[in-house]
């Protein structure tokens, strides 16, 4: 539960929680129900969940026309913003990518929708960490059921 909580909140690392629960779960049974395939499947969802949450800020941007100095800084923003809380969650891709396409010399509507682009990759970013937080919670459960 601590790791579902944590995929919404920034200073919990939700992910590796969730896998560490899981694992610590199937550990407990002994690996009956649970066995190691299952638990590579997990591992290969949090793999994808912890890129999608590094990458999402940079395709974003490069969606909507960013230069290549912008999605750099997307990547630092977002990085950096993840040790500042949920203000530095919101405000690092979108400042990273807007100073990131102002170094470019670009201009001020350039780097603002660069900005709202690596926002918006963000958000989407989040629900799909969030849903594949979900999915290892689901291949688990299938597994421990079926």
Do not use: C, N
Not at 11 to 25: H, Q, S
Not at 40 to 49: D, F, K, S, T
Request: aromatic share 8%; hydrophobic share 65%.
């Amino acid at each position: 539960m601590v790791g579902l909580i944590g995929t919404l909140m920034p200073a919990i690392p939700g992910v590796p929680l969730i896998f560490g629960g899981l694992l610590l779960a199937a550990w407990a049974e002994h690996f009956q129900y649970v066995g190691a395939w299952t638990l590579v499947a997990i591992g290969v969802l949090a793999l994808a969940a912890w890129g999608v949450e590094l990458l999402a800020s940079a395709l974003g941007a490069k969606r909507f026309g960013a230069s290549r100095m912008a999605v750099v800084g997307a990547v630092i923003g977002t990085l950096v913003g993840l040790f500042l809380g949920i203000p530095g969650l919101i405000l690092g891709p979108f400042l990273g990518a807007a100073v990131g396409e102002l170094l470019e010399r670009r201009d001020l509507l350039q780097a603002g929708r660069a900005g709202i682009g690596t926002w918006l990759g963000l958000v989407v970013g989040a629900a799909l960490k969030i849903a594949l937080s979900f999915a290892m919670v689901a291949v688990f459960l299938a597994a421990r059921i079926f």
